[in-house]
């Protein structure tokens, strides 16, 4: 199993940017999206299901962030707008092999997600 993150860089504030998890090696899975910010523990921001797009985001971004897969490409994307500051953090994908009729996913216990990308930096500054 492998997952590629990418799509990280320098941010102003107020600006947008794309990441890209490429999956291989899972049929069906979770994706989840986490980030660790300087001096504070990671934390699950959202998270998409393998099966009919359930999605889940943190209070901090829900309604800044979203979550895509292309299952056809085995690319989950993680969209977000109107950043700050405190969005800076190294970004990580996750995934977790369900059955292929799940059709939910939990971002809270990271120790759910069996596999990791390597992590991508967003740094939002003017």
């Known amino acids: 199993v492998q997952l590629q993150a990418s799509g990280g860089g320098l941010v102003q504030p107020g600006g947008s940017v794309r990441l890209s998890c490429a999956a291989s090696g899972l049929t069906y899975y979770n994706i989840g999206w986490f980030r660790q910010a300087p001096g504070k523990e990671r934390e699950g921001i959202g998270c998409i299901s393998s099966k009919d797009g359930y999605e889940d985001y943190a209070a901090s971004v829900k309604g800044r962030f979203s979550i895509t897969r292309d299952n056809a490409k085995k690319i989950v994307y993680l969209y977000m707008h109107s950043l700050s500051p405190e969005d800076t953090a190294v970004y990580y994908c996750?995934?977790?092999?369900?059955?292929?009729?799940?059709?939910?996913?939990?971002?809270?216990?990271?120790?759910?997600?069996?596999?990791w990308g390597q992590g991508t930096l967003v740094t939002v500054s003017s």
């Open positions: 996750a995934a977790q092999a369900v059955p292929e009729w799940w059709l939910e996913c939990n971002r809270s216990n990271e120790h759910d997600w069996a596999y």
